[in-house]
């Protein structure tokens, strides 16, 4: 089965920049969206920002928007996340998923990649 693959985590100083990158283990169907998650020691794993690639649009969480950018390679199944003046609190590990179809959920799902930031 094909699971995303992360890569681009590690400790940074807060204010600090920091790209993700996620592709798939292997050849697999086009995506119709894709999507990077967060998950912080003791909290529940929560949306970043996503991209979708039939309405040509992307989505952020309030807690990241301008300073986040997601882009994507269609062709690639590939997509990226640019963290820009980054913030302790956003220490966590980041998921990267996709959904194959808009009415099916997001699947895939990769081992994650750890971020820190600190203060």
């Known amino acids: 089965q094909v699971r995303m693959v992360e890569s681009g985590g590690g400790l940074v100083q807060a204010g600090a920049s920091l790209r993700l990158s996620c592709a798939p283990s292997?050849?697999?169907?086009?995506?119709?969206?894709m999507a990077w998650f967060r998950q912080a020691p003791g909290k529940d794993r929560e949306f970043v920002a996503g991209?979708?690639?039939?309405?040509?649009?992307?989505r952020y969480s309030d807690s990241v928007k301008g300073r986040f950018t997601i882009s994507g390679d269609i062709a690639k199944n590939t997509i990226y996340l640019q963290m820009n003046s980054m913030k302790p609190e956003d220490t966590a590990v980041y998921y990267c998923t996709r959904k194959v179809a808009a009415n099916t959920a997001f699947g895939s799902w990769g081992q994650g990649t750890q971020v820190t930031v600190s203060a």
């Open positions: 292997g050849r697999t169907v086009s995506s119709y969206a």
């Open positions: 991209v979708t690639y039939g309405a040509g649009n992307t």
